[in-house]
């Protein structure tokens, strides 16, 4: 005898254990994230405001201008970061504005289907035409191709409406739902737009950190050997915590 799985489905927006890890590993990875920022912020103000440090750095080639450089790449990733936040809360926001309007739209939904049972109880064939069933498809690419379906078909069918309003379901009620429907056609594709936005601003990111991370290595490299009897620099530029 074969076991059936026990697999709960979920609406869309709804929180899964999955979801919560996943929330909680993006905000852990952004806090480490901003503790390397801020590292990276001390070692180049010491860099630049250190005199001990500066002839030190000079002496091994990283004079006032490249640490400029260094400089750079940093506000560089900084501005890529706080692009990337901005673009990631406009994502949210757009999938947030997405789902409510899903939401109204589903209740709509049964406002009518629930009527056109009723009222087609007796033409079961009517009934099947219209496939209002569909309009519970939790995915929203096989819900939206059923809503699109729906109303076209419903609009076909006068005498149906007819019936519908005589139960207090009128012609007004539906070109809501059919209204609700245009606007969550609208809010996923502001949510698509916002999360290649938002994909963008990571490779961008990316991009620069990539090249920040390759200039800091190496001065960290070259000032861990030029400070190695200057352990309180070591220990201030967090050389130290690096090399274990």
């Known amino acids: 005898m074969t ?22 590993k993006r905000r852990n990875s952004g806090e480490a994230f901003e503790t390397e920022l801020a590292v990276g912020r001390n070692t180049l103000k010491l860099s630049a405001d250190d005199p001990g440090l500066k002839a030190d750095a000079a002496s091994v080639g990283y004079g006032a201008g490249k640490i400029a450089q260094g400089q750079a790449y940093f506000d560089a990733l900084n501005e890529a970061y706080e692009a990337q936040k901005t673009a990631f809360t406009a994502q949210l926001n757009a999938h947030t504005i997405f789902l409510d309007l899903m939401k109204v739209s589903r209740q709509k939904n049964s406002r009518i289907a629930q009527a056109l049972r009723l009222v087609l109880r007796d033409d079961p064939n009517t009934l099947a035409n219209l496939k209002p069933e ?3 498809k939790i995915a929203y690419g096989p819900w939206s191709e059923a809503n699109q379906y729906f109303f076209k078909r419903l609009g076909d ?18 070109d809501e739902a059919k209204q609700a429907f245009i606007n969550t056609q609208t809010a996923e594709t502001a949510h698509k737009n ?40 070591r220990e201030k530029l967090g050389i130290v915590a690096r090399s274990q």
């Open 3 to 24: 076991k059936k799985k026990n697999s709960k489905q979920t609406t869309p927006g709804e929180t899964t254990p999955d979801d919560t890890k996943k929330t909680n």
């Open 134 to 136: 569909d309009l519970t």
């Open 157 to 174: 069918l006068p005498a149906v409406t007819g019936l519908l309003a005589g139960v207090g379901v009128p012609q007004v009620m539906i």
């Open 194 to 233: 916002a999360m290649a936005e938002a994909q963008r601003a990571t490779a961008a990111k990316n991009s620069a950190y990539s090249v920040y991370l390759k200039w800091m290595r190496r001065y960290i490299n070259v000032l861990a050997a030029a400070l190695v009897d200057d352990p309180q620099m």
